[in-house]
């Protein structure tokens, strides 16, 4: 659940949160998760998401606060060049 997602994340003080959805329900998840990480001050960490998201919904997810959308077929290397450029850009070597 979101609120699982983001208890884990609390208590392992976690840098990054990647989530695969394949569900179909990102658009109720991944707003929650969100919501919950701003809540407990943890607006901070880079969240990522992998999986079959429409291109419809992706630029609301944006908005809402997901940094980055990678679909099926996406490079390993390219999520995690990704991720290593943001934590760089947000002071975590």
Do not use: C, W, Y
Request: charged share 20%.
């Amino acid at each position: 659940t979101p609120q699982m997602i983001a208890q884990a994340a609390s208590q392992e003080d976690v840098d990054v949160l990647g989530l695969s959805i394949l569900s179909g329900a990102h658009l109720e998840i991944l707003p929650e998760v969100i919501r919950l990480l701003r809540e407990q001050d943890m607006g901070h960490v880079l969240v990522v998401v992998g999986g079959i998201i429409p291109e419809e919904d992706r630029q609301l997810l944006l908005k809402l606060g997901i940094n980055a959308i990678f679909t099926p077929g996406t490079p390993t290397r390219r999520i995690v060049e990704f991720i290593q450029s943001e934590l760089k850009v947000r002071g975590n070597p």
